[in-house]
């Protein structure tokens, strides 16, 4: 199985910083790497996949980047409405797999 | 509206059977592959199994591999889990979710439920 590692585990910011997340994969996924958004009782939301393609409706201050082993989530200009926990999956082989999360929390 | 909603969790024992559901709706069910992934406190997020289109292709994780069944009908839009043999490491919250359509670049998650709660415990 591929092993996601992310970092930060949490993350403290404020509104209009600009934070970054960083999953790296025990080996190549190639650029099948997909991150997810999610606020307690509600369905996670699809973010970025393909590493860096943003799913439609998400707002361009998110931004996904990185190919093989370390990719980084950005978001600039933090809104009230990020704040949420944040997971990278792979899509490269079975089984998927996902990071550990990044709890985003305003400070 | 896309949405999927699961149903049919709760308490069971040890050793036992629960079969769990997903309905879909405001999308063309039979042309998606379809998901679920469980999470929990202890082990986090983890994908359970996979069913693609036609219902003939299925892929387990090992975890669960024998015990578990994922099924379609796409005649009622439901995706369905039979969980057979549970144990207390099966204790988690599913979640069915849609695998992007092929021509559509991704093959992400791109719709999920809100989950529904599983518990085995004696």
């Known amino acids: 199985d591929i092993q996601l590692t992310q970092s930060p585990s949490s993350l403290s910011a404020s509104v209009g910083d600009r934070v970054s997340i960083t999953c790296r994969a025990g080996q190549s996924v190639a650029n099948y790497l997909n991150w997810y958004q999610w606020k307690p009782g509600q369905a996670p939301r699809l973010v970025i996949y393909g590493a860096s393609t943003l799913q439609n409706g998400v707002p361009t201050r998110f931004t996904g980047s990185g190919s093989g082993t370390s990719f980084t989530l950005t978001i600039s200009g933090l809104h009230p409405d990020d704040f949420a926990t944040y997971f990278c999956e792979q899509s490269y082989s079975s089984p998927r797999t996902f990071g550990q999360g990044t709890k985003l929390e305003i400070k | 509206q896309v949405q999927l909603v699961e149903s049919g969790g709760g308490v069971v024992q040890p050793g036992t059977s629960l079969r769990i559901s997903c309905t879909a709706s405001?999308?063309?069910?039979?042309?998606?592959?379809m998901h679920w992934v469980r999470r929990s406190p202890d082990r986090g997020l983890q994908w359970v199994a996979l069913i693609l289109p036609d219902g003939d292709n299925t892929d387990y994780a090992d975890s669960v591999k024998g015990r578990f069944t994922i099924s379609r009908d796409n005649l009622k839009n439901t995706l369905y889990l039979h969980m057979n043999s549970v144990t207390a490491d099966d204790t988690a919250t599913y979640y069915c979710?849609?695998?992007?359509?092929?021509?559509?670049?991704?093959?992400?998650?791109?719709?999920w439920g809100q989950g529904t709660m599983v518990t085995v415990s004696s």
């Open positions: 405001g999308f063309t069910f039979s042309n998606y592959g």
């Open positions: 979710a849609r695998e992007g359509a092929s021509w559509s670049g991704s093959d992400a998650f791109d719709i």
